[in-house]
């Protein structure tokens, strides 16, 4: 008796040790991934494949994640955050919110702005504890997508706050909030990206260092120690800005090159990524769709059998269920023509707002990158709500969609008008028409258009050679 009692102690001695253990090197790893890479992923895939806690496991998966973002696989991301879903059960409430906002995040990141919107509307902040930094991280994504200044600093400062550096994700978190409050906060830049830099991160240190163009050799050598591939875009770009101003025109090509090659690598990460989401999406429709037939099955079976015990009453509640649906329906049409027929803006306010939207389309002011829902209703005289419902009901679209079409009306327009437009390369075009990216520009004409640039321009071509 006395050796089972030793030996259950021992054995709880050792689980204990082991829970320690896995615990330290999540939260080693969600900063080493930061210094030291390929280290962080050879301890994460330890407690991934060890018999560790259900929890661990799904800490790992997600820090994973963050590690192929940097190595710029967003396929690995998304099967990472599917695999620890897959892993979630009812019981896993804080976990739950966690992949969820992961889900959030790298939507966002790959252009699903909807889905990322819908995961990020559902937390509810009384409803979730404190455990692995989950409410800043839910501050910093709501921050990122607000246009509005004041909202965004007191989303960041709240959020920057409420973080635990002892925690999990708390110190590169507390690096993510500094450099979103240097965005918005010019007379404080100094002092946070010297808080960035003595955080002795080498790829928080590297994005610090790329702010400022005498310190890009810095930043090239921290990234060539601990590689990320988001950031080595960025470099290139500007390094070929810096040499091309130096008239050092060879070092300019060269960077040229590189980034055209990254870019390149990392749109077709994306366009991979994206095919998984869409397929992801798919099959769960599937799988609830079957739930839902194998439980319409059982339901029909029941009705089935109860009809033997009483045809007349099935037939009487039929047809009494047959004419409360029919009320049912005609009342929601009832409900959804007066909804149509709802306008809280004043007809005269609306007629006003369609002209000034009309002259600012003439204006072509569309094609400044900085334009806003928010900037907009601020130079027509109105409120955001204003006009976002009046574009939704007169132009059948939101904002983001109205500005888009417009944008890449306005480079068709040119391309068939003015044949040098065709001769411009993918980034020009992209600028000329408002786009901060050329993978944002390709990625929106193609949803406007059904075809992307390329093939757009090369039919453009030609036609002009046939005529």
Known sequence: ????????????????????????????????????LQEAQRLLSFVNHSNSEKEHRILSLLILADASYLKGDFVAVMNYIYHAQELLDEKDSDLKFLVEIYLSKYYRILGFQDLSNDYLGRFNQKEILSNYNIKPQILLEKAIRS??????LKLLNLGFNQLDTTKIFGNSLKNEFRFQLIEISQDSSEKYLKEIIDSKSKIFSARAYLQNENYLMKADSLLKLNPDVILQLELHEKLAKYYLKSNQKDLYKQNILERNELENIIDQSKIKARDLVISHIENQRKEEKSVFENYLFWIL????????????????????????????????????EKLGKTNSIPEKTEQLLLKKLEKFEQSQKFI?????????AKSLD??????????????????????????????????????????????????????????????VFKSVTGISPLSFIKFLKNERKAD
């Open 1 to 36: 008796m006395k050796i089972l009692i030793i030996l259950f102690l021992l054995s709880a001695l050792l689980q204990a040790q082991s829970v320690s253990r896995n615990e330290k090197i999540l939260q080693e790893s969600s900063e080493l991934i930061y210094e030291n």
């Open 147 to 152: 246009d509005n200044s004041n909202e965004k």
């Open 301 to 336: 079976t029941v009705l089935v059998l109860l009809s033997l015990y009483g045809v007349f009453y099935y037939l009487k509640t039929k047809r009494d269920y047959k004419r409360f649906l029919a009320i049912m329906q005609k009342n929601q049409e009832e409900q959804r």
């Open 368 to 376: 400044q990158p900085d334009i806003s829902l928010t900037n907009l």
């Open 382 to 443: 109105t409120n955001t709500k204003y006009l976002s419902d009046i574009i939704n009901r007169n132009k059948g679209c939101n904002f983001n969609q109205y500005i888009n079409e417009h944008r890449i009306n306005y480079i068709i327009e040119k391309m068939k008008s003015e044949p040098k437009y065709l001769n411009y390369k993918m980034f020009y075009l992209a600028q000329e028409c408002g786009f901060s990216s050329q993978s944002s520009f390709s990625t």
